[in-house]
């Protein structure tokens, strides 16, 4: 049995095979794995997203759902 650093979550993508070579040419040239890059990508739209207004309010909108669903829950 492996052992996992702590605070890493393990997950499963399946992505277009030509997507997946494509991320691994740009993985090789960039000298870094595949998971790297990967995880690079994911905090670029993470951060792109937090700038995007659109974004921000469908977020808020779905905090205000999610608080609403609890409340009854609570109940």
């Known amino acids: ?16 095979h030509d997507l997946a070579i ?3 040419t ?3 040239a960039r000298g870094v ?3 790297q890059l990967i995880i690079q990508s994911l905090r670029v739209e993470i ?6 207004k659109d974004f921000r ?6 905090i205000e759902q999610d608080k ?7 109940e």
């Open 1 to 16: 049995m492996t052992s996992r650093p702590p605070n890493l979550h393990q997950s499963t993508v399946r992505l277009p």
């Open 22 to 24: 494509e991320a691994a």
């Open 26 to 28: 740009v993985a090789r």
């Open 33 to 35: 794995s595949l998971n």
């Open 47 to 52: 951060d792109r997203s937090r700038d995007d």
């Open 57 to 62: 309010s469908r977020l808020a909108l779905l």
């Open 68 to 74: 609403e669903i609890l409340r009854r829950l609570a």
